[in-house]
């Protein structure tokens, strides 16, 4: 039997929160470090020019709720 990725989502977004969250972390595990595997080098220079934005224009900063509510809505669109 193979699963889509529909059929995953499906069963996933029936779950408790508790467990939904169980899953999510338990896939982001399985994946490995992605920072290693993007490049660390060139990660750590992302994340210290968005600190340097940041810290130029201190507005730009979101709640991490508003970061999930705009990516999820992305998702949805």
Do not use: K
């Amino acid at each position: 039997m193979t699963a889509t990725y529909e059929a995953i989502m499906d069963a996933a977004l029936q779950l408790n929160p508790g467990d939904c969250c169980r899953v999510a972390a338990s896939l982001w595990e399985s994946i490995g470090d992605p920072v290693q595997e993007l490049g660390g080098e060139a990660v750590e220079n992302l994340l210290n020019q968005r600190e340097a934005e940041l810290d130029q224009d201190p507005s730009q900063e979101i709640s991490h709720q508003d970061f999930l509510t705009h990516f999820a809505a992305r998702r949805l669109a």
